[in-house]
């Protein structure tokens, strides 16, 4: 049984990209632990989570069905209720890490804390397997671990789309910064790194199809681009975690 550190901004993380993992993980037998800026319990994006505001066209963009539902069970688990602080965390304490996203402002202080960038040298530096989905690959880029890597994050295409899509109902909610993400991963991982997209129609994997989403490794850094992407990147980390 390994120890998995997930790594919570405070409020506005995606719901899938956290507990989709946890059920993977916990299921499997290992211990998850959080840790937040405050060390109070984290708050998902509930426009995320409840599809609130979303116009017609952008329904799509709230969490599915196993999403919500493994959320719901992910909160009433003692450990989410009980995280650790960012600035209490030591990589030494644990045998894996698990970056997640989101795209709210909420998240801006985890993209840019320092806790958390030293949290990610860290891990990177005693060579622990490490995930990050979505916006959780900004930290590490920004942390300087990724240069010179093979990568994803949340594509530019995804994030237009997001942003097309829900710029008159809900502006600035899924722009997080002016630039986009793959933008800025492309540029602080530099010439000698490789930024993947994927397929151009991305697949969302679940129970049911557990290897559907799309995973980019390098030695034992994983990352994936969306939630539909979550679950494969779970099964990818627990296998890292078990030799395989």
């Known amino acids: 049984m390994a120890r998995i550190l997930i790594i919570l901004p405070q409020t ?22 959080f840790a937040t800026e405050t060390g109070q319990p984290a ?3 509930p426009v995320t989570l409840n599809g609130e ?14 999403g919500r539902d493994a959320y719901a069970e992910m909160r009433a688990d003692r450990a989410y209720n009980h995280p650790l602080r960012w600035a209490k965390v030591r990589a030494g304490q644990f045998d894996a890490f698990h970056f997640p996203g989101g795209h709210a402002p909420g998240m801006k202080p985890y993209c840019e804390s320092v806790d958390v960038m030293r949290i990610a ?3 990177f ?31 530019q295409p995804m994030e237009d789309l997001a942003v097309r899509l829900t710029e008159r109902a809900l502006p600035g909610h899924y722009r997080t910064y002016p630039v986009s993400v793959e933008t800025e991963v492309r540029g602080r991982i530099g010439p000698q790194g490789t930024f993947e997209r994927g397929p151009f129609y991305p697949r969302y994997a679940g129970s049911a199809a557990p290897e559907a989403g799309f995973v980019v490794q390098d030695g034992n850094y994983l990352s994936a681009r969306w939630p539909g992407d979550a679950w494969t990147l779970a099964v990818r980390l627990d296998r890292l975690l078990s030799g395989g």
Do not use: M, Y
Not at 14 to 25: N, R, T, Y
Not at 126 to 152: M, Y
């Open 121 to 123: 040298r860290e891990a």
């Open 12 to 33: 506005d993380f995606d719901p899938s990209e956290v507990a989709l993992p946890w059920q993977v993980w916990t299921r499997a037998g290992h211990e998850v632990v």
């Open 125 to 155: 530096a005693e060579n622990k397997p490490v995930s990050a989905i979505c916006h959780g690959v900004l930290p590490l880029a920004r942390a300087g671990v990724l240069a010179g890597k093979r990568t994803t994050a949340l594509t």
């Open 43 to 45: 708050a998902c994006d």
């Open 53 to 66: 505001g979303l116009p017609l066209l952008a329904r799509t963009l709230r969490a599915r069905r196993a």
